[in-house]
């Protein structure tokens, strides 16, 4: 499987991550659900079903633990069967950006917080800063959504 990304500085630390951390599927994206690099994943349909579940379930997240204990969750974690993911907030200056990591008994929980942190530690010494000049969504960004969406539901 390839590593793809959409913004050159991610390549480096995302090819760590995955090869450290023997994770099988590995997806950075922004907050919105803009991917900015993935690994592992054969069709770009899934890639973009993955950083809308994951967007969302970050941010729902995130507003429970508010709700819950004041502040948000941080990391999350669910074993399968066979699979376990870990979904994680990246912080950079100005913002944060949000990991998804799939893996299985090749690699452990362990293994995997361990090269989170070096992961997150690199990728904010080289991540441009966040803008609030920047617009964070293109502009075919909704026509593109619902068009995903409507494949994601079979109404395409």
């Known amino acids: 499987m390839r590593l793809t990304v959409a913004a050159s500085w991610v390549e480096s630390p995302l090819k760590a991550f995955v090869d450290d951390g023997?994770?099988?599927?590995?997806?950075?994206?922004?907050?919105?659900?803009?991917?900015?690099?993935?690994?592992?994943?054969?069709?770009s349909v899934d890639v973009m079903t993955a950083c809308a579940l994951a967007a969302a379930t970050a941010a729902s997240s995130a507003e429970l633990g508010r709700l819950i204990d004041g502040r948000p969750f941080n990391a999350m974690h669910y074993?399968?069967?066979?699979?376990?993911i870990f979904l994680a907030p990246v912080p950079i200056e100005?913002?944060?950006?949000?990991?998804?990591?799939?893996?299985?008994?090749?690699?452990?929980l362990g293994l995997v917080q361990l090269?989170?942190?070096?992961?997150?530690?690199?990728?904010?010494?080289?991540?441009?800063?966040a803008s609030?000049?920047?617009?964070?969504?293109?502009?075919?960004?909704?026509?593109?959504?619902?068009?995903?969406?409507?494949v994601m539901f079979g109404r395409a």
């Open 22 to 43: 023997r994770v099988r599927l590995a997806i950075l994206l922004h907050s919105s659900g803009q991917v900015l690099g993935q690994f592992g994943f054969a069709r």
């Open 94 to 108: 100005g913002g944060k950006l949000v990991l998804l990591a799939v893996f299985d008994e090749d690699s452990s």
């Open 115 to 129: 090269f989170f942190q070096e992961f997150c530690a690199t990728v904010k010494a080289i991540a441009p800063a």
């Open 79 to 84: 074993v399968g069967v066979t699979q376990q």
């Open 132 to 150: 609030a000049g920047e617009p964070a969504l293109d502009a075919d960004f909704e026509r593109e959504l619902n068009r995903n969406l409507a």
